[in-house]
C-alpha cells in the first residue's frame, strides 16, 4: 500500500462558536492510501481539547509510510489486529490513527465489493436522523439561525458557562422538533436542580456533558429517575474504552467520536461495549467534510442519537456522495463509506 496524508483547511458557513473557543476555520488530516489502483480515504479532525495537532498527525502518518508499503490489505477482518499494530506505530495520536484507520476501512470497502454498513452490520447502510447544530448566538442571530433549521426535526444548542436561557426560549417558542443542549463541560458549580428544571422547562430532552470530565463524580447528583428530566450524555469525560467503565450511574449514555478513540476500529469496540453495560449510544463528529460523516454513519446504524452535522457546518465541503435533505442523512449506496472528493482535491 502507499500512503499520501495532507492537510487541508475547512471553513464553517459562520462562525462556530461553543464555550471554549470560536472557529472559522479547521486544519484536518486527509489520508489516501493506494493498493492495486484501488483508493481508500480517511479524514480525522484535531481536537485542541486533548492536545491534538493537525501538524503533529501529519508527522506521525510519515513517519509509518515505509511501514504501510510492506502491507497487503485481504480484507476488513485484518483491520482489528492492524489497528493494534498501529498503535505501537503511533502511540500518541489519535488523529492519525482515526484518518489512518478510516481509510483501510474505506479501501477494505472497496476491495471487496461492501460497504462499511454491510462489514460492521452485514446490511446495507440505511438513512439516519442527525441533529443540526447551533453555536452560542446572539440575539440578532436567532432569526436567521431559525431559518437554516427549516426541515430538520431535531436541534443541539450550544450553551456556555453562563446559559442563555432567551436563546434557547426562542427555539423552544420557534422550533417544532426535539431540542437538545451541549454545555460543552461548562456548568461547574450550577445547581443540578436548578439547571435540569430550566431545560425542562424549555422543551430539551438531552442534555451533553454539563460538567468537566474532572467533576464527573458529581454526576450522579443530574441523574433523575423520572422525566422531564434530559438524557445525559457524556462526550468530554468519554475518551478510549478504558473511561467507559467509571459512566455508568454518572450518564445514561455517551457519544462516540472517532477522532476521540483513533479511528472506526476502537469506536466499534467502544460501541459494544457500552450496549453490554446498558448505556445508550450517540454517534458525533467534528467539523468534517462529508468523508468524516460518512464513517460516522456507519457507526449509527446502531445508534440511539444521532449529531453528524459537521459537514452541514461547512461552506467548503471537499467530499460529495453523501445525501442530506433536513435532518435527514442518507449514506451512499457505492463501496467502502460510498463518498469521493471533488476533482483533483486528494491527487495523488
Known amino acids: ?4 496524508p495532507v492537510i487541508k483547511s475547512l471553513h464553517p458557513r459562520f462562525a462556530f462558536r461553543i464555550a471554549r473557543g470560536t472557529k472559522t476555520q479547521v486544519d484536518n488530516v486527509f489520508v ?17 481539547y486533548y492536545g491534538e495537532r493537525a501538524d503533529d498527525a501529519w508527522e506521525a502518518l510519515m513517519g509509518v509510510v515505509d511501514f504501510i508499503k ?40 472497496k476491495l471487496q465489493g461492501l460497504t462499511v454498513s454491510e462489514m460492521l452490520w452485514n446490511r446495507r447502510p440505511k438513512p439516519v436522523v442527525t441533529a443540526l447544530t447551533l453555536g ?45 443542549v451541549d454545555a460543552n463541560a461548562s456548568w461547574r458549580g ?54 467507559l467503565a467509571a459512566l455508568p450511574g454518572r450518564f445514561h449514555g455517551i457519544n462516540i467520536k472517532l477522532v476521540k478513540c483513533g479511528g472506526l476500529t476502537p469506536a466499534l469496540e467502544i460501541h459494544r461495549a457500552a450496549r453490554s453495560l446498558g448505556l445508550k449510544i450517540m454517534v458525533g ?9 460518512a464513517a460516522g ?12 452535522d459537521g459537514s452541514w457546518l461547512l461552506r467548503d465541503d471537499p467530499f460529495e456522495g453523501l445525501k442530506r435533505d433536513g435532518s435527514r442523512l442518507t449514506p451512499s449506496p457505492g463501496p467502502g463509506f ?11
Request: with cysteine.
Open 338 to 348: 460510498g463518498v469521493s472528493p471533488l476533482a483533483s482535491y486528494l491527487r495523488i
Open 70 to 109: 510492506r502491507l497487503k490489505l485481504q480484507n476488513h477482518l485484518d483491520l482489528s489486529n492492524l489497528w493494534q499494530e498501529l498503535g505501537e506505530h503511533i502511540p500518541y495520536s489519535c488523529t492519525a490513527r482515526c484518518a489512518l484507520d478510516l481509510a483501510l476501512w474505506d479501501l477494505a470497502g
Open 190 to 243: 450550577r445547581r443540578p436542580s436548578s439547571i435540569l428544571s430550566s431545560l425542562a422547562l424549555r422543551g430539551v430532552s438531552l442534555l451533553e456533558q454539563p460538567l468537566p470530565p474532572a467533576d464527573d463524580t458529581s454526576m450522579g447528583k443530574w441523574i433523575k429517575p423520572r422525566p422531564p428530566s434530559p438524557i445525559l450524555i457524556a462526550d468530554e469525560s468519554l475518551t478510549s474504552l478504558d473511561s
Open 136 to 180: 452560542l448566538s446572539s440575539k440578532n442571530e436567532i432569526k436567521a439561525k431559525l431559518e437554516e433549521l427549516r426541515g430538520a426535526s431535531i436541534v443541539k444548542i450550544k450553551l456556555g458557562a453562563t446559559p442563555d436561557w432567551d436563546f434557547l426560549e426562542a427555539i423552544h417558542s420557534e422550533f417544532p422538533g426535539d431540542i437538545w
Open 1 to 4: 500500500m502507499r500512503l499520501y
Open 297 to 308: 454513519a456507519a457507526l449509527a446504524q446502531e445508534a440511539d442519537f444521532v449529531d453528524l
Open 285 to 293: 463528529c467534528m467539523l468534517e467534510s462529508s468523508l468524516g460523516i
Open 32 to 48: 489516501t492510501l493506494e493498493q492495486d489502483g484501488i483508493v481508500g480515504y480517511g479524514e480525522a479532525a484535531p481536537n485542541h
